[in-house]
């Protein structure tokens, strides 16, 4: 008696939940950097901004119980294809030249993993032992005067732009849609997004950095 | 030895029907009783496999390639023939079994050819149910076009690739009976001889290319669509591996081998560019609508630019020896004056050998007439083709074209019912000689490969098993069994163990090919093919004292697998020229000089109106002649003329 | 027509049987002409060693015109080669210059063991198709090829997927080694004509299923595939192939049993 597959225990169907969930962290990560914008609204409004969210209990933990569900899924698929596609190699190329791929998608298995350590740090950093409980914006501020943790989320924001590109332009491949007539679009939309997400994202310790959001 | 037929007799249009009434059946409770087995996975191997293992049969599969989806016939470009006259220009299955005939230059057997016409239009039916691509116009009905000078449109056609579609529509309908346990496929599984028990075909010898191992097959009978022999030119259209070896090897055991000197010759090749030329490319002769034939005029002129050469210093010879045809001449009458022309030293392109071998194509005049966006519109794949091979561009300067081998209307005699002459074993597709005569018109071969392999096999097959019902079991100790196998391994021996090694088999087999393609080529002469008989043998010895297979016999060894084509190919090529040498008369693309009348090919229709089937006696180069006359009711032979 | 001659030093890998580690061997090509084909250029040198009483390279090739599949290999690193949508009998030796060293590999992937040198067994290919890749329909049962119009913009598509040859280059050129384009390739072509709607859901399932068991690595959508595709196979095909099983896996009554390779 053999067993009876599920979507999920095909490859393609891994690659289809590493795409929802994709879809739902991304939309994570836009709203997330939209909420920072505060930011630049001053103490007042970034620190008001916080506790709204934490009041809103439901939606906050809702929110937490989704991402944690879709961090699960797009990690625990990433790592049963990535066990899979390395034994489907076998033997490795002494000579290997690529002819289509790009720098995003060669390094989703380093980025991936980069950004993962990177969710742990922030949370620990801001989340769940910040220096200042309660304070966002003196959190913020104080922590990328710092220019090493400043320079930590900048690279962390750059590998988040590249993996965002891949994943997202590779999301509308793996659910299925890709037209000649449309492809370009989705190219353009994925770096725009990435861009949109990472140049706004790096914005923010440079701008403690040069002084221009003070506490 | 006695050549019965076995065709039906009555009206011509009854003939098939009233036949597949009288066959004999075999009840689908019993088919799978009985192996069948069938080797060559192409277009006729390929969909006989696949019916005969959906009606119920047992049915194992061989073919030599990686995988039964890259038999030759996916090499096809053109398209395939079908009477379905959906273009309402007066197409009829007698139209196409007319023509048919006709362009088999009266040699060819009549209820053969009415049953291809009938059939074609049932092929075109089953490829479309199977999802073959084919073209299809606007409307969403399938698309013709007319094809090789037919004057209606008749070819259906999938772009440039019609027989590979057609081959992956018989691929995957084998498959599907491969999934369904009806059929077992052997690949990478060479048939090396035929096991004949009580006089009937009972089972092949097979040797495992990837690990040596040479095993018996033992069946309740034998089919051989093993493709035809184009390559003992060495130089030819054909796949590296296609090889007349199965054939051959039934043929020593009494299946008679028809008309071997029928090869089809195709006048728009790209010409061999050096002695290490390993095979040549086709392109479609369709480049002959638009492209003007010329060489110089004066001998001091071959190795000038083409660009530099005058105009009234070219030599337009088609358009001045056929001015009502011009370049679009019928194929033999094209390929035979490329060769005269070279032969008085006027030919172009880079020296082989001493010669130069190659005539202009050029679409000069075509461009400036149409505009290149037309030109290219109609030959764009076709030029980049050229220019990947030839390194020129065609917009800029001639193509180079010369003749080569693309087909053998040659092969294993059958009757009616596909058999040949060994109670058991029958033959499909190209390697039967049974439907084009003396020269094949353009997609028929796809045409007749199909139907061999989806209609006609099949009946036939549960004709003979319903007649024999059961045969003795055959166990693998009989004697009959293990000295074909112990045949096999000794004769392997021989080949790795030659007294005097020296030389690879591509070697000698470059040598038998310069042969065959001078003295057994598209023109041939009696002290031509008197002298290859002498010279044929010759080399065999030499061979046979000096080929060179390093490794063992053990392992998968390519040297080794054509070393024993090539060892074939030597006896093939002899048979070749012994009918050649016999069959006094020019008929088809075979053009014996003696034989000819203002230049043009004489058939002698009141002594050669037959089917040569040779006998093989024991001695190669000694087989014993017999003849099927061949009687034309319908079609009343006429004589050919282009000029 | 220009000619010139080359010397080339040839890094090849060579492998006794699907259980040796394999190794990479060194030869010299010697006065080759930008006029052979790349195989005629091995053929030459083979030709030699066997003379020299060694072993010649073991390589497939068929019909040396780019259509059977037979041949492929990867050279210096692309499958089939420097030249875009040519397979490796199609390439010619103009695209090398004199004094260049080339490294020769087999398709690499755990789906395709090495037989011999540069041969390997690609039968996984034929038990996908076997898996599902056909349309049904009996010999001598079909209806009239007339009666079923299909748009020729859909043919012209079905056309464009079913050019594959099954040569393997995507399977050797994917990071992956996945499969997904040549089990795609089929089922787009058949999916697209109405002849194969009835079988439409199993067909995706079960050839997907087969791929998978088969060991091939999944798609990451790096592209590679379709960049070294001799045919020029489209990678919208996966996407549709995407498409074709989780419609076919979420609408489907029962779930399906897996394969064996």
Aim: net charge neutral; charged share 20%.
């Amino acid at each position: 008696m053999q067993r009876a597959l599920t979507l999920h225990q095909t490859t393609i169907g891994k690659k289809v939940a590493m795409a929802l969930s994709g879809v739902i962290l991304v939309g994570f990560t836009v709203g997330h950097f939209l909420g920072n914008l505060n930011l630049y609204l001053g103490q007042e409004a970034m620190d008001g901004y916080a506790e709204t969210l934490q009041s809103l209990t439901p939606v906050l933990w809702g929110t937490r119980l989704l991402l944690l569900f879709a961090f699960g899924v797009h990690i625990a698929s990433a790592i049963s294809l990535w066990v899979r596609n390395t034994q489907a190699r076998g033997s490795r190329y002494k000579k290997r030249t690529d002819l289509a791929t790009d720098y995003a998608a060669r390094t989703m298995y380093w980025s991936g993993p980069i950004l993962l350590l990177f969710v742990v740090y922030h949370l620990l950093h801001f989340t769940i032992l910040p220096d200042h409980p309660g304070e966002v914006y003196r959190n913020v501020v104080e922590g990328f005067q710092n220019p090493l943790i400043a320079g930590v989320y900048m690279a962390a924001n750059v590998a988040l732009g590249f993996h965002i590109f891949h994943g997202f332009y590779s999301a509308f491949q793996t659910l299925g849609a890709n037209h000649p007539r449309y492809n370009s679009y989705r190219r353009d939309a994925a770096i725009a997004i990435s861009a949109a997400i990472t140049i706004g994202n790096l914005s923010f310790p440079i701008s403690v950095l040069a002084g221009l959001v003070t506490l | 030895m006695q050549l019965r037929s076995n065709e039906p007799t009555g009206p011509i249009e009854n003939r098939w029907e009233k036949h597949k009434e009288a066959n004999k059946l075999v009840s689908p409770a019993n088919r799978r009783k009985y192996t069948v087995i069938v080797v060559g996975s192409g277009l006729a191997g390929g969909a006989a496999a696949a019916s005969l293992g959906e009606m119920g049969y047992n049915v194992k599969c061989f073919c030599y390639q990686d995988s039964p989806r890259r038999a030759h016939s996916i090499a096809a470009q053109g398209g395939i023939n079908a009477a379905k006259n959906y273009q309402n220009d007066g197409d009829s299955v007698y139209r196409l079994f007319y023509d048919t005939v006709k362009g088999g230059d009266f040699r060819s057997r009549e209820s053969n050819v009415f049953r291809l016409a009938e059939l074609s239009v049932q092929i075109i039916d089953q490829a479309v149910a199977q999802g073959v691509p084919f073209a299809r116009e606007y409307g969403g009905l399938l698309g013709n076009r007319s094809f090789g000078g037919a004057q209606v449109s008749r070819t259906f056609y999938a772009r440039g690739q019609t027989g590979q579609q057609l081959l992956l529509g018989a691929y995957q309908a084998l498959s599907r009976q491969i999934e369904a346990g009806t059929v077992e496929m052997f690949s990478r599984t060479e048939m090396l001889d035929l096991i004949v028990h009580d006089g009937r075909a009972r089972g092949i010898v097979t040797r495992c290319m990837k690990t040596g191992k040479v095993s018996p097959h033992i069946a309740d009978m034998v089919i051989l669509c093993t493709g035809g022999y184009g390559n003992v030119f060495y130089l030819s259209t054909n796949a590296k591996g296609c090889n007349c070896t199965a054939a051959w090897r039934t043929h020593r055991h009494g299946a008679a081998f028809a008309n071997p000197c029928y090869t089809q010759i195709h006048p728009t090749c790209i010409p061999q560019a050096g002695t290490y030329q390993s095979k040549l490319t086709l392109m479609s002769e369709s480049l002959r609508n638009d492209g003007r034939v010329w060489v110089p005029r004066k001998k001091e002129d071959v190795t000038k630019r083409p660009e530099d050469i005058a105009e009234e210093d070219r030599y337009y010879y088609l358009e001045e020896r056929y001015p009502a045809f011009g370049n679009l001449v019928p194929r033999d009458v094209a390929s035979r004056n490329a060769l005269y022309v070279t032969n008085d030293g006027l030919g172009v392109g880079p020296e082989v050998d001493g010669e130069r071998r190659g005539v202009y194509l050029d679409f000069g005049d075509a461009i400036d007439r149409l505009g290149e966006q037309t030109i290219q519109e109609r030959y764009g794949n076709l030029f980049e083709m050229y220019e990947r091979i030839t390194n020129d561009s065609p917009y800029e300067t001639p193509m180079r074209i010369y003749p080569a081998t693309h087909y053998t209307m040659g092969g294993l005699w059958v009757d009616y019912n596909l058999e040949t002459t060994i109670p058991g074993l029958f033959a499909g597709g190209e390697a039967n000689f049974s439907d084009h005569g003396a020269n094949r018109l353009g997609a028929s071969a796809l045409m007749q490969g199909l139907a061999d392999g989806y209609f006609v096999l099949p009946f036939t097959v549960g004709n003979y098993l319903g007649e024999v019902r059961t045969l003795p079991p055959l166990a693998e100790d009989h004697a009959d069994v293990t000295g074909a196998v112990t045949a096999v391994e000794e004769r392997i021996q021989k080949l790795m163990n030659a007294p005097d090694p020296k030389h690879a088999p591509e070697h000698f087999h470059r040598m038998l090919g310069r042969i065959i393609w001078t003295k057994c080529g598209m023109s041939r002469n009696k002290e031509g093919l008197e002298k290859a008989l002498r010279d044929i043998p010759k080399l065999r010895d030499q061979f046979w004292r000096e080929v060179k297979i390093t490794g063992t016999g053990e392992e998968l060894n390519q040297t080794l697998e054509r070393a024993g084509r090539v060892a074939d190919f030597f006896e093939l090529g002899e048979l070749m020229c012994l009918d050649a040498l016999r069959r006094e008369e020019s008929c088809g693309g075979h053009f014996r000089e003696e034989h000819e009348e203002n230049g043009e090919a004489l058939r002698d229709d009141d002594n050669f109106s037959y089917v040569a089937a040779w006998e093989w006696t024991g001695t190669p180069g000694e087989p014993r002649l017999n003849k099927e006359p061949l009687t034309f009711e319908y079609v009343k032979p006429s004589k050919r003329s282009y000029k | 027509m220009s000619e010139e001659l080359l010397n080339l030093t040839l890094h090849v890998w060579r492998q006794d049987g699907p259980d040796d580690a394999g190794r990479f061997e060194t030869h010299q090509a010697k006065d080759i002409t930008t006029h052979m084909s790349f195989l005629e250029m091995l053929d030459v040198v083979n030709e030699l060693l066997i003379e020299n009483g060694k072993s010649p390279i073991a390589f497939d090739h068929d019909c040396r015109e780019g259509i059977c599949g037979t041949c492929g290999m990867v050279i210096n690193g692309v499958a089939h080669g420097p030249q875009k949508l040519t397979t490796t009998c199609q390439l010619h030796m103009r695209q090398f210059k004199n004094g260049d060293e080339i490294w020769l590999e087999p398709w690499r992937a755990s789906g395709f063991p090495v037989l011999k040198d540069l041969v390997v067994d690609r039968t996984a290919f034929d038990r996908i198709i076997q898996a599902g890749g056909y349309i049904s329909i009996r010999t001598g049962s079909a209806s009239e090829a007339n009666e079923l119009p299909v748009a020729k913009e859909i043919a012209d598509q079905a056309m464009d997927a079913a050019e594959c040859i099954g040569c393997g280059a995507c399977v050797a050129a994917c990071p992956n080694a996945s499969a997904s384009l040549f089990t795609a390739a089929k089922i787009s072509h058949l999916s697209l004509l109405p002849q194969g709607q009835a079988e439409r859901q199993d067909r995706a399932r079960k050839m997907v299923a087969q791929m998978d068991a088969e060991g091939f690595g999944g798609c990451t959508n790096h592209g590679e595939c379709e960049a070294a595709c001799p045919k020029g196979v489209s990678l919208r095909w996966i996407a549709r192939m995407n498409r074709e099983l989780v419609r076919a896996m979420v609408t489907a009554d029962a779930p399906i049993e897996s394969r064996k390779r």
